[in-house]
Protein backbone atom coordinates (compact mmCIF):
# COMPACT_ATOMS: atom_id res chain seq x y z
CA UNK A 1 0.00 0.00 0.00
CA UNK A 2 3.21 2.41 0.69
CA UNK A 3 3.65 2.18 -3.20
CA UNK A 4 -0.09 2.43 -3.53
CA UNK A 5 0.15 5.54 -2.13
CA UNK A 6 2.18 7.26 -4.62
CA UNK A 7 -0.66 7.19 -7.14
CA UNK A 8 -1.99 10.28 -5.49
CA UNK A 9 0.97 12.17 -6.92
CA UNK A 10 -0.69 10.96 -10.50
CA UNK A 11 -3.15 12.96 -12.29
CA UNK A 12 -4.39 9.37 -14.17
CA UNK A 13 -5.52 8.50 -10.05
CA UNK A 14 -5.72 11.88 -7.88
CA UNK A 15 -9.00 13.37 -9.36
CA UNK A 16 -10.89 10.60 -9.24
CA UNK A 17 -10.04 9.58 -5.50
CA UNK A 18 -10.90 12.78 -4.34
CA UNK A 19 -14.38 12.57 -6.66
CA UNK A 20 -15.45 9.62 -5.06
CA UNK A 21 -14.32 10.46 -1.85
CA UNK A 22 -16.66 13.74 -1.79
CA UNK A 23 -18.93 11.35 -2.87
CA UNK A 24 -19.29 9.14 -0.38
CA UNK A 25 -18.72 11.72 2.14
CA UNK A 26 -21.50 13.42 0.82
CA UNK A 27 -23.81 10.44 0.91
CA UNK A 28 -23.50 9.14 3.59
CA UNK A 29 -22.94 12.74 5.63
CA UNK A 30 -27.28 12.91 4.04
CA UNK A 31 -28.05 9.40 4.98
CA UNK A 32 -26.79 9.43 9.24
CA UNK A 33 -28.66 13.21 9.20
CA UNK A 34 -31.85 11.63 8.49
CA UNK A 35 -31.58 8.31 10.05
CA UNK A 36 -30.21 9.71 12.95
CA UNK A 37 -33.14 12.61 13.60
CA UNK A 38 -36.03 9.93 12.44
CA UNK A 39 -34.21 7.75 14.98
CA UNK A 40 -34.03 10.33 17.75
CA UNK A 41 -35.87 12.94 16.93
CA UNK A 42 -39.34 11.63 15.64
CA UNK A 43 -39.62 8.09 16.35
CA UNK A 44 -39.84 6.37 19.69
CA UNK A 45 -40.39 2.73 18.95
CA UNK A 46 -37.33 0.33 18.76
CA UNK A 47 -39.58 -1.59 15.52
CA UNK A 48 -40.41 1.82 13.70
CA UNK A 49 -36.84 3.05 13.67
CA UNK A 50 -35.56 -0.50 12.50
CA UNK A 51 -38.71 -0.59 9.53
CA UNK A 52 -37.69 3.10 8.80
CA UNK A 53 -33.83 2.24 8.42
CA UNK A 54 -35.01 -0.71 6.50
CA UNK A 55 -37.23 1.05 4.01
CA UNK A 56 -34.34 3.73 3.64
CA UNK A 57 -32.01 0.61 2.73
CA UNK A 58 -34.21 -0.56 0.03
CA UNK A 59 -35.06 2.55 -1.29
CA UNK A 60 -31.12 2.99 -2.15
CA UNK A 61 -30.88 -0.09 -3.44
CA UNK A 62 -33.60 -0.20 -5.89
CA UNK A 63 -31.74 1.85 -8.30
CA UNK A 64 -28.99 -1.42 -8.44
CA UNK A 65 -31.52 -3.26 -9.86
CA UNK A 66 -32.75 -1.38 -12.27
CA UNK A 67 -29.87 1.08 -13.73
CA UNK A 68 -26.99 -1.12 -12.85
CA UNK A 69 -27.16 -3.07 -16.00
CA UNK A 70 -27.94 0.46 -18.07
CA UNK A 71 -25.09 2.18 -16.36
CA UNK A 72 -22.32 -0.52 -17.36
CA UNK A 73 -23.56 -0.78 -21.04
CA UNK A 74 -22.81 3.25 -20.85
CA UNK A 75 -19.54 3.44 -19.30
CA UNK A 76 -17.89 0.50 -21.67
CA UNK A 77 -19.68 2.81 -24.75
CA UNK A 78 -18.86 6.25 -23.69
CA UNK A 79 -15.77 7.97 -21.96
CA UNK A 80 -16.48 6.88 -18.42
CA UNK A 81 -15.14 10.83 -17.46
CA UNK A 82 -17.38 12.21 -19.16
CA UNK A 83 -20.30 10.02 -17.56
CA UNK A 84 -18.54 10.85 -14.20
CA UNK A 85 -19.06 15.20 -14.64
CA UNK A 86 -23.03 14.36 -15.52
CA UNK A 87 -23.27 12.36 -12.72
CA UNK A 88 -21.52 14.90 -9.95
CA UNK A 89 -23.91 17.50 -11.85
CA UNK A 90 -26.75 15.39 -10.77
CA UNK A 91 -25.65 15.56 -7.24
CA UNK A 92 -25.91 19.00 -6.74
CA UNK A 93 -29.88 18.75 -8.20
CA UNK A 94 -30.06 15.84 -5.18
CA UNK A 95 -28.98 17.38 -2.85
CA UNK A 96 -31.09 20.55 -3.48
CA UNK A 97 -33.83 18.11 -2.97
CA UNK A 98 -32.88 16.56 0.14
CA UNK A 99 -31.72 20.03 1.89
CA UNK A 100 -34.77 21.09 1.31
CA UNK A 101 -36.71 18.16 2.81
CA UNK A 102 -34.36 18.00 5.60
CA UNK A 103 -35.21 21.87 6.89
CA UNK A 104 -39.13 21.04 6.29
CA UNK A 105 -38.57 17.59 8.82
CA UNK A 106 -36.41 20.27 11.39
CA UNK A 107 -38.93 23.36 11.04
CA UNK A 108 -41.97 20.90 12.26
CA UNK A 109 -42.86 19.41 9.39
CA UNK A 110 -42.21 15.59 9.42
CA UNK A 111 -43.69 14.32 7.03
CA UNK A 112 -43.17 16.11 3.87
CA UNK A 113 -39.63 16.88 5.30
CA UNK A 114 -39.02 12.66 5.27
CA UNK A 115 -40.61 12.01 1.64
CA UNK A 116 -38.63 14.79 0.19
CA UNK A 117 -35.51 13.43 1.83
CA UNK A 118 -36.47 9.61 0.87
CA UNK A 119 -36.41 11.09 -2.89
CA UNK A 120 -33.12 12.53 -2.09
CA UNK A 121 -31.98 8.89 -1.11
CA UNK A 122 -33.78 7.39 -4.35
CA UNK A 123 -31.44 9.82 -6.33
CA UNK A 124 -28.06 9.31 -4.22
CA UNK A 125 -29.02 5.69 -5.24
CA UNK A 126 -29.22 6.09 -8.95
CA UNK A 127 -25.69 8.58 -8.54
CA UNK A 128 -24.51 5.24 -6.97
CA UNK A 129 -25.66 2.78 -9.26
CA UNK A 130 -24.07 4.80 -12.12
CA UNK A 131 -20.92 6.03 -10.83
CA UNK A 132 -20.33 2.91 -9.02
CA UNK A 133 -19.11 0.74 -12.14
CA UNK A 134 -17.19 3.78 -13.16
CA UNK A 135 -15.12 4.18 -10.24
CA UNK A 136 -13.49 0.49 -10.60
CA UNK A 137 -13.73 -0.35 -14.29
CA UNK A 138 -11.77 3.10 -14.81
CA UNK A 139 -8.89 1.90 -12.90
CA UNK A 140 -6.85 -0.96 -15.37
CA UNK A 141 -7.72 2.04 -18.26
CA UNK A 142 -5.42 4.60 -16.00
CA UNK A 143 -3.41 2.00 -13.98
CA UNK A 144 -0.66 -0.43 -14.89
CA UNK A 145 -1.10 -4.01 -14.22
CA UNK A 146 0.25 -4.10 -11.13
CA UNK A 147 -1.30 -0.83 -9.42
CA UNK A 148 -4.71 -1.86 -9.94
CA UNK A 149 -5.05 -3.82 -6.66
CA UNK A 150 -2.87 -1.23 -4.69
CA UNK A 151 -5.59 1.49 -6.68
CA UNK A 152 -8.59 -0.64 -5.45
CA UNK A 153 -7.63 -0.90 -2.03
CA UNK A 154 -6.84 3.12 -1.89
CA UNK A 155 -10.09 3.63 -3.17
CA UNK A 156 -12.38 0.87 -1.18
CA UNK A 157 -10.21 2.30 1.83
CA UNK A 158 -10.83 5.87 0.84
CA UNK A 159 -14.47 4.95 0.45
CA UNK A 160 -14.89 3.93 4.14
CA UNK A 161 -12.91 6.62 5.34
CA UNK A 162 -15.38 8.87 3.56
CA UNK A 163 -17.78 7.08 5.22
CA UNK A 164 -16.18 7.89 8.43
CA UNK A 165 -16.15 11.21 7.79
CA UNK A 166 -19.55 12.01 6.91
CA UNK A 167 -20.73 10.31 9.96
CA UNK A 168 -18.53 12.08 12.64
CA UNK A 169 -19.84 15.52 10.38
CA UNK A 170 -23.67 14.42 10.54
CA UNK A 171 -22.69 13.24 14.30
CA UNK A 172 -21.42 16.82 15.20
CA UNK A 173 -24.17 18.89 12.83
CA UNK A 174 -27.29 16.58 14.84
CA UNK A 175 -26.35 19.45 17.07
CA UNK A 176 -26.69 22.78 15.18
CA UNK A 177 -28.84 24.26 12.94
CA UNK A 178 -29.96 22.18 9.91
CA UNK A 179 -28.81 25.30 8.15
CA UNK A 180 -25.29 23.86 8.26
CA UNK A 181 -25.68 20.39 6.74
CA UNK A 182 -27.55 22.05 4.15
CA UNK A 183 -25.18 24.10 3.00
CA UNK A 184 -22.12 21.39 3.88
CA UNK A 185 -23.56 18.80 1.35
CA UNK A 186 -24.29 21.52 -1.19
CA UNK A 187 -20.63 22.57 -1.13
CA UNK A 188 -19.44 19.14 -1.46
CA UNK A 189 -21.51 18.53 -3.87
CA UNK A 190 -20.17 21.73 -5.25
CA UNK A 191 -16.23 20.68 -5.19
CA UNK A 192 -17.24 17.18 -6.10
CA UNK A 193 -18.30 18.58 -9.30
CA UNK A 194 -15.28 20.50 -9.94
CA UNK A 195 -12.75 17.81 -9.29
CA UNK A 196 -14.63 15.55 -11.41
CA UNK A 197 -13.49 18.11 -14.55
CA UNK A 198 -10.05 16.94 -14.05
CA UNK A 199 -10.36 13.25 -14.56
CA UNK A 200 -8.57 12.03 -17.58
CA UNK A 201 -10.70 10.71 -20.04
CA UNK A 202 -11.39 6.81 -20.40
CA UNK A 203 -12.86 6.39 -24.20
CA UNK A 204 -14.64 3.05 -25.35
CA UNK A 205 -11.75 0.44 -25.14
CA UNK A 206 -13.77 -2.12 -27.41
CA UNK A 207 -16.35 -2.02 -30.35
CA UNK A 208 -19.08 -0.31 -29.55
CA UNK A 209 -22.77 -1.49 -27.54
CA UNK A 210 -25.98 -1.59 -29.10
CA UNK A 211 -27.29 -0.14 -25.24
CA UNK A 212 -31.19 -1.89 -24.44
CA UNK A 213 -32.47 0.53 -22.35
CA UNK A 214 -35.04 -1.75 -21.08
CA UNK A 215 -34.07 -1.86 -17.13
CA UNK A 216 -35.26 -5.89 -17.05
CA UNK A 217 -33.50 -7.11 -19.83
CA UNK A 218 -30.71 -5.60 -20.01
CA UNK A 219 -29.80 -6.34 -16.09
CA UNK A 220 -30.94 -10.29 -17.62
CA UNK A 221 -28.27 -9.83 -20.02
CA UNK A 222 -25.78 -8.26 -18.32
CA UNK A 223 -25.68 -10.95 -15.71
CA UNK A 224 -26.11 -13.88 -18.01
CA UNK A 225 -23.17 -12.35 -20.03
CA UNK A 226 -21.06 -12.82 -16.79
CA UNK A 227 -22.63 -15.26 -14.24
CA UNK A 228 -21.80 -18.39 -17.14
CA UNK A 229 -17.90 -17.35 -15.96
CA UNK A 230 -16.92 -19.61 -13.45
CA UNK A 231 -14.35 -17.54 -11.93
CA UNK A 232 -16.86 -14.38 -11.93
CA UNK A 233 -20.13 -16.40 -11.19
CA UNK A 234 -18.17 -17.13 -7.77
CA UNK A 235 -16.57 -14.11 -6.93
CA UNK A 236 -19.92 -12.14 -7.62
CA UNK A 237 -21.26 -14.96 -4.99
CA UNK A 238 -18.80 -13.95 -2.38
CA UNK A 239 -19.36 -10.72 -2.67
CA UNK A 240 -22.98 -10.31 -2.42
CA UNK A 241 -23.09 -13.03 0.24
CA UNK A 242 -20.92 -10.69 2.13
CA UNK A 243 -23.30 -7.47 1.34
CA UNK A 244 -26.31 -9.65 2.44
CA UNK A 245 -24.38 -9.55 5.99
CA UNK A 246 -23.46 -5.96 5.40
CA UNK A 247 -27.49 -5.25 4.97
CA UNK A 248 -28.03 -6.78 8.30
CA UNK A 249 -25.67 -4.77 9.97
CA UNK A 250 -26.53 -1.44 8.98
CA UNK A 251 -29.55 -1.65 9.17
CA UNK A 252 -29.48 -3.29 13.05
CA UNK A 253 -26.76 -0.95 14.13
CA UNK A 254 -28.44 2.68 14.90
CA UNK A 255 -31.65 0.97 16.75
CA UNK A 256 -28.97 -1.35 18.41
CA UNK A 257 -27.35 1.49 19.85
CA UNK A 258 -30.36 3.64 21.20
CA UNK A 259 -32.29 0.78 22.37
CA UNK A 260 -29.51 -2.31 23.33
CA UNK A 261 -26.55 -0.03 23.95
CA UNK A 262 -29.12 2.86 25.37
CA UNK A 263 -26.64 5.23 24.14
CA UNK A 264 -27.12 8.67 22.11
CA UNK A 265 -26.66 9.75 18.94
CA UNK A 266 -22.77 10.69 19.46
CA UNK A 267 -22.24 7.21 20.72
CA UNK A 268 -23.90 5.85 17.11
CA UNK A 269 -22.06 7.66 15.81
CA UNK A 270 -19.12 6.69 16.84
CA UNK A 271 -19.48 3.37 16.16
CA UNK A 272 -20.45 3.06 12.27
CA UNK A 273 -17.10 5.78 12.61
CA UNK A 274 -15.37 2.56 13.95
CA UNK A 275 -16.75 0.07 11.35
CA UNK A 276 -15.74 2.78 8.34
CA UNK A 277 -12.04 2.93 10.19
CA UNK A 278 -11.93 -0.37 10.79
CA UNK A 279 -12.60 -1.90 7.13
CA UNK A 280 -10.60 0.79 5.66
CA UNK A 281 -7.44 -0.53 8.11
CA UNK A 282 -8.63 -3.78 6.12
CA UNK A 283 -8.07 -2.80 2.81
CA UNK A 284 -5.11 -1.44 3.47
CA UNK A 285 -3.35 -4.96 5.78
CA UNK A 286 -4.97 -7.44 2.90
CA UNK A 287 -3.33 -5.45 -0.18
CA UNK A 288 0.34 -5.28 2.34
CA UNK A 289 0.12 -8.89 3.13
CA UNK A 290 -0.90 -9.82 -0.49
CA UNK A 291 2.09 -7.14 -1.60
CA UNK A 292 -0.09 -6.27 -4.40
CA UNK A 293 -1.21 -9.21 -6.16
CA UNK A 294 -4.84 -10.55 -6.23
CA UNK A 295 -5.74 -12.80 -4.25
CA UNK A 296 -8.40 -15.45 -2.60
CA UNK A 297 -5.81 -16.48 -0.07
CA UNK A 298 -6.60 -15.04 3.21
CA UNK A 299 -10.35 -14.72 2.23
CA UNK A 300 -11.69 -17.80 4.25
CA UNK A 301 -9.42 -16.75 7.42
CA UNK A 302 -10.59 -13.15 7.54
CA UNK A 303 -14.58 -14.19 7.07
CA UNK A 304 -14.35 -16.49 10.10
CA UNK A 305 -12.60 -14.45 11.91
CA UNK A 306 -15.46 -11.71 11.29
CA UNK A 307 -17.72 -14.15 12.33
CA UNK A 308 -16.38 -14.95 15.87
CA UNK A 309 -15.47 -11.52 16.91
CA UNK A 310 -19.30 -11.20 15.70
CA UNK A 311 -20.39 -13.60 18.30
CA UNK A 312 -18.53 -11.71 20.77
CA UNK A 313 -20.02 -8.60 19.85
CA UNK A 314 -23.39 -9.78 20.55
CA UNK A 315 -22.98 -11.55 23.56
CA UNK A 316 -21.17 -7.98 24.99
CA UNK A 317 -24.12 -6.61 24.09
CA UNK A 318 -26.87 -8.86 25.96
CA UNK A 319 -25.09 -8.78 28.78
CA UNK A 320 -24.78 -4.60 28.79
CA UNK A 321 -25.57 -2.61 31.41
CA UNK A 322 -28.67 -0.73 30.42
CA UNK A 323 -28.70 3.33 30.95
CA UNK A 324 -31.11 4.61 34.12
CA UNK A 325 -34.59 4.62 32.71
CA UNK A 326 -35.47 7.70 30.72
CA UNK A 327 -31.57 8.43 30.22
CA UNK A 328 -29.13 7.31 27.34
CA UNK A 329 -25.23 7.19 27.71
CA UNK A 330 -23.32 9.99 25.81
CA UNK A 331 -20.15 9.15 24.59
CA UNK A 332 -17.72 10.08 27.45
CA UNK A 333 -20.04 7.50 29.85
CA UNK A 334 -20.55 4.83 27.54
CA UNK A 335 -16.33 4.43 27.20
CA UNK A 336 -16.06 4.79 30.95
CA UNK A 337 -18.30 1.45 30.93
CA UNK A 338 -16.34 -1.59 31.64
CA UNK A 339 -17.25 -3.27 28.60
CA UNK A 340 -16.91 -0.04 26.73
CA UNK A 341 -13.82 -0.89 25.51
CA UNK A 342 -14.63 -4.34 24.62
CA UNK A 343 -17.28 -3.05 22.47
CA UNK A 344 -15.05 -0.66 20.75
CA UNK A 345 -12.88 -3.94 19.96
CA UNK A 346 -15.15 -5.93 18.52
CA UNK A 347 -16.34 -3.79 16.34
CA UNK A 348 -13.15 -2.95 15.19
CA UNK A 349 -12.27 -6.34 14.26
CA UNK A 350 -15.13 -7.24 12.67
CA UNK A 351 -14.94 -4.41 10.79
CA UNK A 352 -11.02 -5.13 9.96
CA UNK A 353 -11.45 -8.65 8.94
CA UNK A 354 -14.42 -7.78 6.49
CA UNK A 355 -12.39 -5.43 4.47
CA UNK A 356 -9.39 -8.35 4.04
CA UNK A 357 -12.11 -10.14 2.88
CA UNK A 358 -13.94 -8.29 0.58
CA UNK A 359 -11.25 -5.80 -0.96
CA UNK A 360 -9.34 -8.34 -2.95
CA UNK A 361 -12.62 -9.68 -4.25
CA UNK A 362 -13.12 -6.23 -6.66
CA UNK A 363 -9.72 -6.41 -7.85
CA UNK A 364 -10.93 -9.72 -9.12
CA UNK A 365 -13.98 -8.22 -11.14
CA UNK A 366 -11.41 -6.06 -12.81
CA UNK A 367 -8.44 -7.69 -13.86
CA UNK A 368 -9.29 -10.98 -14.82
CA UNK A 369 -11.71 -9.55 -17.64
CA UNK A 370 -10.71 -7.60 -20.99
CA UNK A 371 -11.26 -3.14 -20.66
CA UNK A 372 -14.00 -3.10 -22.80
CA UNK A 373 -16.26 -5.22 -20.35
CA UNK A 374 -15.04 -3.94 -16.73
CA UNK A 375 -18.14 -1.54 -16.05
CA UNK A 376 -20.47 -4.32 -17.43
CA UNK A 377 -18.96 -6.85 -15.12
CA UNK A 378 -19.12 -4.81 -12.18
CA UNK A 379 -22.62 -3.51 -12.64
CA UNK A 380 -23.13 -7.51 -13.32
CA UNK A 381 -21.90 -7.55 -9.10
CA UNK A 382 -24.01 -4.46 -8.43
CA UNK A 383 -27.41 -5.97 -9.36
CA UNK A 384 -26.73 -9.49 -8.01
CA UNK A 385 -24.99 -7.20 -4.68
CA UNK A 386 -28.24 -5.46 -4.84
CA UNK A 387 -30.75 -8.59 -4.73
CA UNK A 388 -28.57 -9.89 -1.87
CA UNK A 389 -28.93 -6.73 0.47
CA UNK A 390 -32.74 -6.47 -0.24
CA UNK A 391 -32.80 -10.21 1.08
CA UNK A 392 -31.35 -9.42 4.40
CA UNK A 393 -33.26 -6.26 4.42
CA UNK A 394 -36.43 -8.55 4.15
CA UNK A 395 -34.65 -11.12 6.39
CA UNK A 396 -34.38 -8.46 8.89
CA UNK A 397 -37.83 -7.35 8.96
CA UNK A 398 -38.51 -11.50 9.17
CA UNK A 399 -36.81 -11.66 12.20
CA UNK A 400 -38.01 -8.91 13.94
CA UNK A 401 -41.74 -9.86 13.29
CA UNK A 402 -40.91 -12.76 14.82
CA UNK A 403 -39.29 -10.72 17.76
CA UNK A 404 -36.12 -11.44 17.45
CA UNK A 405 -33.80 -8.55 18.73
CA UNK A 406 -30.89 -7.04 17.16
CA UNK A 407 -28.41 -9.07 20.02
CA UNK A 408 -29.75 -12.01 18.00
CA UNK A 409 -29.51 -10.96 14.52
CA UNK A 410 -26.03 -10.89 15.36
CA UNK A 411 -25.74 -14.44 15.38
CA UNK A 412 -27.28 -14.69 12.22
CA UNK A 413 -25.10 -12.88 10.62
CA UNK A 414 -22.23 -14.60 12.32
CA UNK A 415 -23.49 -18.09 10.85
CA UNK A 416 -23.46 -16.78 7.56
CA UNK A 417 -19.76 -16.17 8.29
CA UNK A 418 -18.73 -20.25 7.25
CA UNK A 419 -20.81 -20.03 3.96
CA UNK A 420 -18.38 -17.33 2.93
CA UNK A 421 -15.57 -18.55 4.26
CA UNK A 422 -16.52 -21.70 2.01
CA UNK A 423 -17.39 -19.51 -1.45
CA UNK A 424 -13.47 -17.48 -0.50
CA UNK A 425 -12.00 -21.03 -0.10
CA UNK A 426 -13.64 -22.20 -3.77
CA UNK A 427 -12.64 -18.70 -5.14
CA UNK A 428 -8.90 -19.29 -3.94
CA UNK A 429 -8.67 -22.21 -5.31
CA UNK A 430 -10.44 -20.99 -8.72
CA UNK A 431 -8.64 -18.16 -9.28
CA UNK A 432 -5.46 -17.68 -7.78
CA UNK A 433 -3.72 -18.94 -10.61
CA UNK A 434 -5.11 -16.80 -13.77
CA UNK A 435 -3.29 -14.16 -14.92
CA UNK A 436 -4.54 -10.33 -15.35
CA UNK A 437 -5.93 -9.25 -18.65
Excluded at 162 to 177: R, W
Aim: net charge neutral; proline share 5%.
Amino acid sequence: MLNALGLLKKRRFLPLFVTQFLGAFNDNLFKTSMVLFATYQIYNDPKIEQNFNAIATAIGILPFFLLSALSGQLADTHDKAKIIRIVKTAEILIMIVGSAGLLLAHGGYATPGLALMLIAVLGLGIHSAFFGPIKYAILPQHLHEDEVLGGTGLVESATYLAILAGTIVAGLLAAQPAEWTVITVLVVALIGWVTALFVPAALRAGPELKINYNPFTSSWRVISATMHIPRLFMTICAISFFWSMGAVLIIIFPPLVKNVLTSDEAVSTFVIALFSVGVAVGSVAINALLKGHTSARYAPASVLAMGACVVIFSLLCRSWPAAPAGTLYDLHSFMQLPRGIAVVAALIAIAVTGGMFVVPLYAFLTTTVTKDQTARTVAANNVVNAGAMVLGAVGVQGLALAGVGPSDMLFVVAVMCPISAWLGYKLHLLCDDIPAT
